[in-house]
C-alpha cells in the first residue's frame, strides 16, 4: 500500500485543547443571553474544523479525561495536585463541547481510571500497526513520546490553538536531541511542573541530554549514578526514586481496552439538524457554515426552514403605497408591545433608492421618486409609529430629500445593544440569527451576479417585525425606557448634526501640520546625535536594540517581540532612568501622533468646508458616544496643541459665533447624588471649589490654606475612586510612596465616609444582580463579578464602580443635548447643535440669537438630571472652538 493510500487517523485530546482555547479567546467575547460561557468550545470547534480541512482524515476520535482521579493519583497523590481549580467560566464548557462532537457524529472516548492521553497512546499504537498514518493532537508534552515514522504530533504553540507544530522523528530530534522514545527519559530527569512531578535539582534539558547521549538509557545512567561529579551528581544520587517514579507516571498506556479499535473510528456524515440545534443554543452563527464545508457538507443549510416565509412584496404606485398605508395604520403590527409598521429605506449616494413597509401579513414597496415622496410625506413626518433597523442613515437620507421622518418608536440594534453592550450584534442579520435563528436572505457582495437574491426592502422589514416581536420581551422596562427617551431622541439629533457637519479651516491646519513636520524632524536629528547614528524611530525592533542594547536601560515589559516600547511604558521609564534620547523619541512620538490626528481631520474636510463626523451610539458599553471618519473623540485636550487644532474649527459663513457649553465636575457630581455624602453635596452646594474644600477637609487646613500640591492630590483622588484607583495606582499617578497614597485614601474616606460605603455596596449589588444601572436605568450586565479568576474578578470590579457614574454622565449629556436640539428647532432658530465631544457641545449660533441660545443651552443642560447637587454649566463664544472656550 502507497503512502497516499494509507488511511489517516486523527486522534485529539478534547479536555487539553479547549482548556487552552479557553484561555487563548476572551471570556467577555463569548457568552449565550443565559449567560453560559463558550469560549473554550469555540475556540477548540475553529481549530477542530481547520484540522479536518487540512488532515482530511478518515478516521477520527476526540478523548477526554473524566476526572483527576487515574492509577497515577492513585501511586503519587501529589500528582496534578498543583493545578488550580478549572475557572468556573470554563465550567460546563466540556459537556456542552461533546454534544457538539456527538452531533457532528465524532467519537468521543472516556475511560475512568486512565488519562486522555493513554486513550491517544493506545489508538495510536494500535493505528500504527494496523497501517494508518496516525496523528495525534495534543498540548501535552508526554504524546511526544508517541512520535514515529507512522505517528506525527500536533502541538500547539504559544499562540494557542490555531497554530499546530508537526512533530516528526526528525523535528523531535531537533528539538530535543534525542529520538521521542527519549522524550520520557528527559521528562523524568527534567521534572514535569504542570503535573507536579518534581526533577532532580539544577538538571535542565541540555544536562539531561548531556547524560542520556553519554550512557545511552536511562537505567544505565541510574545504574552509573556515582560516576556523575559534583553537585548535580549528588542530586541526582538524592533523587533516583523521583526520577523511577517520574519516569513510571510519565509512561503513557498503550494497551488501553476501549472497546473500539482505529477501524471502527471512519469519519461519519454530521447530523446536520443535531448540529444546527446545539448550534443555536451555544449562538454560535459563523462557526456553523465552517462546519458543514469541514465536513464536506457545504451545501446544507445552516438554517431550520422558516415555519413562515416572507411574503412576496406587492409594489403599488405612489397613491397605493398611500391607501396601503392608511388601510394599514389602523391595525399596526402590536408584537411584544411594539406597535408600528416596519420601515426600511435602501440608499445610493445617501438619497433614498427604494422603500419598503411591511407589518406580519403584508408587504408593499417602491422606487423614491418625487410622486412617492408627495405621497408618503405626510405618513413619514407624522407621529405614526415606525419601527427601523439601523434607522439613523436611512433618516439622514430623507432629510436630505427633504423629508423629516417622526414616529420612530423602535430600532432592534440599539434595544440590542442595551441589552448587551459588551458584545453587541451590529446587524439586522445578526439580530435575525439571534432571536429567529434563521439566516436573513443576503446577495453576495462579492459576485458581480449574486447567486442568492438579498430580501428587498419590504421583506426586510417584515424581518425586523419579527425581530422585535422576539427581541422586546427580553429588554427590561427600565431599559426600553432608556430606548425610547434616550437613544431614539438623540438619534434624530445626531443626524441633524452630522448633515451639518462644522467648519474647519484647511489652511490652519496644513500650516499646523507643516510645523510639526518640522519638529519632528529636528527632534529626531537631535536623537540621532545622542546614539550616534540615524534609525526609524517608528520600529519597535530597532527602538529594542537601540534602548536595551546600546544604552543599556533597563528592559521594559516582556511582549511577544521582545520588550514593550509603547510611549506609557518608556514613559515611565524616562521617570525612573532619565535619558536624553528617550526624551526625544517621546517628543517625537507626541508630533508624530499629533501630525496623524491633523492629517485624518484635513482628509475628512468635505466640498462644502466642513468635516461630516459619524456619531456611534453603540460605540461604548457605557453610553457614551464615539465618533468616526474622522474621530473627534482624540484631539487632545487642555494643551498648547490641542488649542491649535481647535482653533481650526470656525464658525461657518452664515453665522455669527460657536458656543461651546460643558458639565463642570458632572462625575463628581453624579458622586455625589449616588453616595448621598454629605460632605461632597456641602462642597457643591456652598460654591467653593470642590478640591480646595476636600483638600481642607482631608489635611484639616482652612480652604485658604490648601496648596496646589494637596489639591493635585486630593483631586486625583476623588476621579480615581470613580475609576477603582488603587492605592498603588494612587502611588503611581502623583509618583509618591504607596504608603502615602495608602494614607490619603485613609484619610479621604475618614471625611467622606458615605463614598466608600457606596462604592462598596454598588460592587455587592452588582454581584448580586449581575449589572449595574444608571439613574435613569441603563444596564451594564458584569458577569465576571463571580469569576474566580482574580484578574478578571478584579477588572470587573472596577468597571462596575464606574458603569452607574459614567453612564449617568452619558445620559445626561445625551438628554440635555436632544432637548436643546429641539428646543432650538421648535422656536424655529437658525442655530444649530454641531459637536458632542466627551462632555462638552459646540453650538453654532446664528446672528442675533446668542444670548437666547445661552439661555436654552443653561436651562436644558442644568434640568437634565435632577440630583441632590445642581449642574454646574460652563459657556463661552468665539469665533472658533479655542476662542470659545472657558
Known amino acids: 500500500m502507497t503512502d497516499s493510500a494509507k488511511p489517516t487517523l486523527l486522534?485529539?485530546?478534547?479536555?487539553?485543547?479547549?482548556?487552552?482555547?479557553?484561555?487563548?479567546?476572551?471570556?467577555?467575547?463569548?457568552?449565550?443571553?443565559?449567560?453560559?460561557?463558550?469560549?473554550?468550545?469555540?475556540?477548540?470547534?475553529?481549530?477542530?474544523v481547520?484540522?479536518?480541512?487540512?488532515?482530511?482524515?478518515?478516521?477520527?476520535?476526540?478523548?477526554?479525561?473524566?476526572?483527576?482521579?487515574?492509577?497515577?493519583?492513585?501511586?503519587?497523590?501529589?500528582?496534578?495536585?498543583?493545578?488550580?481549580?478549572?475557572?468556573?467560566?470554563?465550567?460546563?464548557?466540556?459537556?456542552?463541547?461533546?454534544?457538539?462532537?456527538?452531533?457532528?457524529?465524532?467519537?468521543?472516548?472516556?475511560?475512568?481510571?486512565?488519562?486522555?492521553?493513554?486513550?491517544?497512546?493506545?489508538?495510536?499504537?494500535?493505528?500504527?500497526a494496523e497501517g494508518f498514518d496516525v496523528l495525534v493532537c495534543s498540548g501535552d508534552r508526554d504524546t511526544i513520546q508517541l512520535v514515529t515514522d507512522d505517528v506525527t504530533l500536533l502541538y500547539p504553540s504559544v499562540q494557542g490553538v490555531s497554530q499546530l507544530k508537526r512533530y516528526t522523528p526528525e523535528a523531535v530530534v531537533e528539538k530535543y536531541g534525542l529520538p521521542a522514545a527519549n522524550y520520557p527519559d528527559i521528562a523524568a530527569l527534567?521534572?514535569?511542573?504542570?503535573?507536579?512531578?518534581?526533577?532532580?535539582?539544577?538538571?535542565?534539558?541540555?544536562?539531561?541530554v548531556k547524560w542520556l547521549t553519554q550512557f545511552?538509557?536511562?537505567?544505565?545512567?541510574?545504574?552509573?549514578a556515582d560516576e556523575i561529579k559534583g553537585v548535580v551528581g549528588g542530586n541526582l544520587r538524592e533523587h533516583l526514586d523521583d526520577v523511577r517514579r517520574n519516569r513510571r507516571l510519565n509512561t503513557l498506556l498503550r494497551d488501553v481496552e476501549l472497546g473500539v479499535t482505529p477501524d471502527d473510528l471512519v469519519v461519519k456524515p454530521l447530523d446536520a439538524q443535531a448540529v444546527r440545534d446545539i448550534f443555536a443554543r451555544l449562538e454560535f452563527r459563523t462557526l456553523l457554515p465552517r462546519v458543514f464545508e469541514a465536513a464536506g457538507e457545504a451545501g446544507t443549510p445552516t438554517h431550520d426552514t422558516p415555519s413562515v416565509s416572507a411574503p412576496t412584496p406587492s409594489q403599488p404606485d405612489a397613491l397605493g403605497m398611500a391607501a396601503w398605508i392608511a388601510a394599514h395604520t389602523a391595525d399596526a403590527v402590536d408584537e411584544g408591545a411594539v406597535q408600528g409598521i416596519g420601515v426600511t429605506l435602501t440608499t445610493v449616494g445617501g438619497l433614498p433608492d427604494r422603500i419598503g413597509l411591511a407589518t406580519l401579513d403584508a408587504v408593499v414597496e417602491a422606487s423614491w421618486s418625487d410622486e412617492l415622496a408627495e405621497a408618503l410625506t405626510p405618513w413619514l413626518e407624522s407621529a405614526a409609529p415606525k419601527i427601523l433597523a439601523d434607522a439613523k442613515p436611512q433618516v439622514k437620507a430623507l432629510r436630505r430629500a427633504g423629508v423629516r421622518m417622526g414616529g420612530l418608536?423602535?430600532?432592534?440594534?440599539?434595544?440590542?445593544?442595551?441589552?448587551?453592550?459588551?458584545?453587541?450584534?451590529?446587524?439586522?442579520?445578526?439580530?435575525?440569527e439571534r432571536y429567529l435563528d434563521e439566516k436573513l436572505p443576503e446577495a453576495d457582495p462579492?459576485?458581480?451576479?449574486?447567486?442568492?437574491?438579498?430580501?428587498?426592502?419590504?421583506?426586510?422589514?417584515?424581518?425586523i417585525l419579527r425581530v422585535v416581536a422576539a427581541l422586546r420581551p427580553e429588554l427590561p422596562e427600565s431599559v426600553h425606557t432608556v430606548l425610547t427617551d434616550i437613544e431614539l431622541p438623540t438619534l434624530d439629533a445626531l443626524s441633524d448634526m452630522e448633515l451639518a457637519g462644522v467648519a474647519v479651516s484647511h489652511e490652519l491646519l496644513s500650516a499646523f501640520s507643516s510645523d510639526l513636520a518640522v519638529r519632528a524632524d529636528a527632534v529626531a536629528q537631535r536623537a540621532f546625535a545622542e546614539i550616534d547614528r540615524e534609525v526609524n524611530l517608528g520600529s519597535p525592533k530597532q527602538l529594542q536594540e537601540v534602548l536595551f542594547e546600546q544604552l543599556q536601560l533597563p528592559k521594559t515589559r516582556k511582549t511577544k517581540t521582545g520588550y514593550s516600547t509603547d510611549a506609557a511604558v518608556l514613559a515611565d521609564l524616562q521617570e525612573s532612568h532619565p535619558h536624553p534620547f528617550l526624551d526625544l523619541l517621546l517628543q517625537h512620538r507626541e508630533a508624530t501622533k499629533m501630525r496623524q490626528i491633523i492629517e485624518s481631520l484635513d482628509a475628512a474636510i468635505g466640498a462644502d468646508g466642513r468635516v461630516h463626523t459619524t456619531y456611534l451610539q453603540t460605540g461604548s458599553q457605557t453610553g457614551r458616544l464615539s465618533s468616526t471618519d474622522p474621530n473627534l473623540q482624540n484631539i487632545p485636550i487642555r494643551t498648547e496643541e490641542s488649542r491649535r487644532i481647535r482653533a481650526a474649527f470656525e464658525v461657518g459663513a452664515a453665522y455669527e459665533t460657536l458656543l461651546t457649553a460643558d458639565y463642570s465636575q458632572i462625575e463628581m457630581r453624579i458622586m455625589a447624588h449616588l453616595s448621598g455624602d454629605p460632605g461632597l453635596i456641602?462642597?457643591?452646594?456652598?460654591?467653593?471649589?470642590?478640591?480646595?474644600?476636600?483638600?481642607?477637609?482631608?489635611?484639616?487646613?482652612?480652604?485658604?490654606?490648601?496648596?496646589?500640591?494637596?489639591?493635585?492630590?486630593?483631586?486625583?483622588?476623588?476621579?480615581?475612586?470613580?475609576?477603582?484607583?488603587?492605592?498603588?495606582?494612587?502611588?503611581?499617578?502623583?509618583?509618591?510612596?504607596?504608603?502615602?497614597?495608602?494614607?490619603?485614601?485613609t484619610e479621604y474616606f475618614a471625611r467622606f465616609g458615605a463614598v466608600r460605603d457606596y462604592l462598596r455596596s454598588s460592587v455587592a449589588q452588582a454581584r448580586i444582580d449581575g449589572y449595574t444601572e444608571t439613574i435613569f436605568g441603563r444596564r451594564r450586565p458584569f458577569p465576571d463579578l463571580g469569576s474566580p479568576n482574580r484578574v478578571l474578578r478584579e477588572n470587573a470590579e472596577r468597571a462596575a464602580l464606574n458603569a452607574p457614574i459614567q453612564g449617568s454622565a452619558a445620559d445626561i449629556m445625551k438628554i440635555a443635548l436632544f432637548r436643546i436640539h429641539q428646543e432650538l428647532r421648535q422656536a424655529q432658530m437658525e442655530s444649530r447643535v454641531l459637536l458632542q465631544i466627551h462632555d462638552e457641545l459646540v453650538i453654532e449660533v446664528a446672528a442675533g440669537e446668542g444670548d437666547e441660545v445661552e439661555r436654552i443651552v443653561r436651562e436644558r443642560m442644568g434640568d437634565a438630571a435632577e440630583l441632590t447637587v445642581p449642574l454646574d454649566v460652563q459657556i463661552g463664544r468665539g469665533a472658533n472652538w479655542d476662542a470659545a472656550g472657558h
Not at 479536518?52 to 503519587?76: G, I, M, N, Q
Open 446 to 463: 462579492t459576485q458581480l451576479i449574486p447567486e442568492t437574491e438579498g430580501a428587498t426592502p419590504g421583506q426586510l422589514s417584515w424581518y
Open 216 to 224: 545511552g538509557t536511562l537505567d544505565d545512567l541510574l545504574a552509573r
Open 409 to 432: 418608536v423602535f430600532d432592534p440594534i440599539l434595544a440590542g445593544w442595551l441589552l448587551r453592550p459588551s458584545f453587541p450584534d451590529k446587524s439586522l442579520a445578526d439580530l435575525v
Open 682 to 745: 456641602e462642597a457643591f452646594n456652598s460654591g467653593e471649589d470642590l478640591h480646595r474644600f476636600v483638600g481642607a477637609r482631608v489635611f484639616g487646613v482652612d480652604p485658604a490654606d490648601v496648596t496646589p500640591a494637596m489639591r493635585t492630590k486630593v483631586k486625583a483622588m476623588s476621579y480615581g475612586l470613580v475609576y477603582g484607583l488603587s492605592a498603588f495606582g494612587l502611588s503611581k499617578q502623583l509618583r509618591i510612596e504607596q504608603a502615602e497614597a495608602k494614607q490619603l485614601m
Open 50 to 128: 481547520n484540522l479536518l480541512k487540512a488532515e482530511k482524515p478518515t478516521h477520527l476520535a476526540v478523548a477526554f479525561d473524566t476526572s483527576r482521579h487515574s492509577f497515577r493519583t492513585d501511586e503519587y497523590a501529589e500528582y496534578k495536585a498543583n493545578r488550580s481549580e478549572s475557572p468556573a467560566e470554563f465550567k460546563g464548557q466540556i459537556p456542552l463541547l461533546q454534544e457538539c462532537l456527538a452531533a457532528m457524529n465524532v467519537t468521543v472516548l472516556t475511560k475512568e481510571g486512565v488519562e486522555a492521553d493513554d486513550i491517544l497512546a493506545t489508538l495510536a499504537t494500535q493505528g500504527a
Open 190 to 208: 527534567v521534572g514535569e511542573t504542570s503535573d507536579n512531578l518534581p526533577g532532580v535539582p539544577k538538571v535542565g534539558e541540555k544536562t539531561a
Open 11 to 48: 486522534v485529539v485530546d478534547g479536555h487539553s485543547l479547549a482548556y487552552r482555547a479557553f484561555f487563548a479567546l476572551p471570556v467577555d467575547n463569548f457568552s449565550t443571553k443565559d449567560g453560559q460561557h463558550t469560549n473554550g468550545i469555540y475556540g477548540f470547534l475553529s481549530m477542530f
